[in-house]
């Protein structure tokens, strides 16, 4: 309440740089600047587009700091995850990262999951640094499991992981600490299960496409998890997957799975569709989502059961779902760009609007009207050029971009970062154009 | 726009459990339950009764899973938060939890800090996990601090932090892993800092005072930080501090800097207070959060400096301010119960409402109305007996309690939590009622 009524009198807003009801920001408070060049130890395109726009800091190899305009995207592709997952009933908890041993050694993980980081207590124990939370929920599902009336259910959460991977060189694509949506659903046979894995598979298409990604299903391996899987997989040449797609038909198969004589053709440029003979090429593509039947893969080392409606115990069938959040952060970034920086789809954009005010003209009038109309603003009120506003408005990316200045009179130049040309405006269009 | 439809129709919010954007939920599909009795091998109060009516579920000493409606508590907890650090001009970042070695070297508290947890890659290299985050928030500073122009600023995050404590007993209120907000202040000199180390202050008593706790402003020796910081303590029995307190005045002291004399004088019941003269008698305390004129503590090992209006180098002033958020779960939990269970404040609940049919009524139309007055409803529509159902809800502890049974007629019994006394009402009323 306290907040609303801040947001409400500009004169308020203006000491602060954020207010999170109307999401008001001013640029010359936000205390990360743009960078004259991306960092030469970044290779992937998507960590030079978000360092050089200061939506991230690298602390180290795999690992980043989320820094204002990058958590105002991550929480956007979060909000969006999460109203999915909701509506096919996911129910959320936030399970720990410290992890005990003795979960991992009834898995057999402890020794063969090679990216798990350890640490130990001063006063004795070994843990896990959490790479994904099998380990944890099984037990967890075991207190609350009785009875086939205790299911099917599927909780999720949205949490930070740790891997140690091998090569963290794909900017937010693959880090060693990395948040992740990770949903468990619980059921009492294998019919149950495919019920809600199909499900899941279709809210994962709604979410990918409500961020703007063409996310492929791509028959996979599954690698250390089950047979039963498929991968969400976006084309992109900063993909470390190869995929196997055929330009007729929805045939999409991981290189992983493929037979060596088919590799061999598709290569010599002669694959063919299995489904449709339509034709077969590689592409590189970023797996930002996966989805598992793991069938009682760990029901059984922790004995989760359930009794039937005779009385019975039988075993619990269970799924797994995966989503790479920041991963997806570093996608958008990935695919939305052009050669002056980022260009954020609207759904994702840390703001809809950029508001600068060049050549001593005020936008503050302006600001008001966009924020009072529940838009939201990050407000260029610097005392800087006029070039280096519009080189940090074209790396930042936001979708709107609207000038006050001088030279223009009473209207306002409006232009939309993803095309080419601005028009003059009254402004009291804006709103209106502005709004989806 | 696709969860505001959904949640519009009942139909399909009686699919799903879960619905974010009116808070809808019924009990049946909730995957936890209330326990007969509190695990034995837990002692704190807050965790038994937060154990007991399914907020939380203990993992191992001082590690917890926050469940639905624990989490449920947590967001609100944090959205209050985050609504006053906003006001006074925090901008939100996440940083890591992973920290490299040197940064910790480089502030002689890689050996120090006793309670450092301590993780080694299979490439190499050696990683803290933060237990804070000085040694990453000041080299982020180093990034963007240039000129006095870019002072003063402000940067928070609630993020998960690791502690390797001694006897992790007290439940929520002391974890090896809990959720934190810590603020880092950047300034150019101690004066400005001091300015704004009162506006935070401010802010924490606006944050403890919407939570509905009464925090004492005590003066502590601020342990590794520094000697200029205050502690907000919360007096319950349950707290692990030792707190002098004036009967007349706001003289508060934490045991930690009071001299012994002081301390004898108090234990034999014949403290005096230093201000007013006033008896000062010893209380327990729950530390809910502190603050800290760092000054250059850790701009210091960084050479973290900017340049004045005469361009000359000058060093950065920093302060530092925490608040247990996982704790302040714990806090309220502690402070907020009868011999029933759980009483929650209006602000965190995790629902406004508790509606319970019993006895084969419905309190379907009733569910829908409320849910369209954007109230929060916890609908127990399970089909288990009515002593069952009243129990659970008090366990629960939602602000307001209401009954449809046949035994009502055309009316309904509308109940608070923390009230004696039931009275039946026309369902048209419920709404005013609830509304805050």
Chains 1, 2 share one sequence.
Not at 92 to 107: F, G, I
Request: aromatic share 10%; with cysteine; glycine share 8%.
């Amino acid at each position: 309440m306290l907040q609303i009524s801040f947001c409400g009198k500009l004169g308020a807003g203006l000491i602060s740089p954020f207010c999170d009801k109307l999401s008001l920001m001013l640029q010359s408070k936000l205390f990360t600047k743009t960078l004259r060049e991306a960092p030469k130890d970044e290779e992937a395109l998507n960590a030079k587009l978000l360092l050089r726009a200061g939506f991230v800091d690298k602390l180290m190899a795999g690992v980043y700091t989320f820094l204002p305009l990058g958590l105002r995207v991550l929480n956007k592709i979060e909000t969006v995850i999460r109203e999915e997952m909701n509506a096919i009933g996911g129910q959320e908890v936030l399970m720990p990262a410290l992890q005990p041993k003795e979960n991992w050694e009834a898995t057999g993980r402890w020794n063969s999951f090679e990216a798990l980081y350890k640490t130990t207590s001063r006063f004795g124990g070994e843990y896990a640094l959490g790479p994904t939370h099998e380990e944890i929920i099984v037990p967890l599902g075991k207190k609350f499991i009785f009875s086939y009336k205790d299911l099917p259910f599927a909780a999720y959460q949205i949490q930070t992981k740790f891997r140690d991977e091998k090569r963290p060189k794909g900017g937010l694509l693959r880090g060693r600490e990395f948040k992740m949506k990770d949903l468990y659903s619980f059921h009492t046979d294998p019919e149950d299960l495919l019920k809600y894995y199909a499900k899941a598979l279709a809210a994962y298409k709604k979410i990918f496409k409500r961020l703007g990604l063409k996310a492929l299903v791509v028959e996979a391996s599954g690698g250390t998890f089950s047979k039963y899987s498929h991968e969400f997989q976006v084309l992109s040449p900063g993909g470390e997957d190869l995929i196997y797609v055929c330009s007729k038909c929805d045939f999409a198969k991981n290189k992983e799975i493929v037979d060596e004589a088919f590799v061999r053709a598709a290569e010599a440029g002669k694959g063919s569709c299995p489904n449709c003979g339509g034709k077969v090429t590689a592409e590189n593509g970023i797996e930002v989502g996966n989805i598992f039947q793991l069938n009682t893969k760990y029901s059984d080392p922790f004995a989760l059961k359930y009794k039937d409606e005779k009385g019975e115990e039988k075993i619990v069938y269970m799924g797994c779902y995966g989503i790479g959040v920041s991963r997806l952060l570093g996608t958008i970034a990935e695919i939305y760009n052009d050669e002056k920086g980022l260009v954020w789809p609207k759904p994702v954009a840390p703001f809809a609007v950029h508001l600068l005010e060049l050549n001593g003209a005020s936008a503050k009038k302006i600001y008001a009207e966009l924020t009072k109309a529940g838009i939201e603003v990050l407000y260029d009120d610097r005392k800087i050029s006029a070039g280096a506003k519009l080189n940090d408005s074209d790396l930042l990316g936001i979708p709107y971009r609207i000038i006050v200045s001088p030279k223009t009179g009473a209207r306002v130049e409006f232009k939309e970062r993803s095309k080419k040309t601005a028009k003059l405006v009254n402004p009291k269009q804006l709103v209106k154009l502005v709004r989806p």
